[in-house]
């Protein structure tokens, strides 16, 4: 098949990527808010997924700054 006809390759973003895309307008819009505890329950409960994925989409926002993680506080 030709370069020029072969269409692109669909993209597929992993669970805990689109995560990040919806948890960080709730960081940034104030929605949750600075210093306080990150409701993981409510939030799985929200986006319907584990506690799994949101740990690790709350890893990446701590890598970009917006959340701090600090271990065994919860």
Do not use: W
């Not at 949101?54 to 970009?64: G, I, Q």
């Amino acid at each position: 098949m030709d370069d020029a006809t072969t269409p692109p390759k669909i993209s597929r973003k992993s669970l805990h990527a689109e995560l990040v895309d919806r948890l960080q307008p709730l960081f940034i819009g104030g929605e949750l808010v600075p210093g306080t505890k990150v409701p993981e329950k409510a939030l799985c409960a929200r986006f319907g997924v584990s506690r799994t994925p949101l740990r690790e989409a709350l890893k990446v926002l701590a890598s970009d700054g917006l959340v701090r993680l600090e271990p065994n506080r919860g």
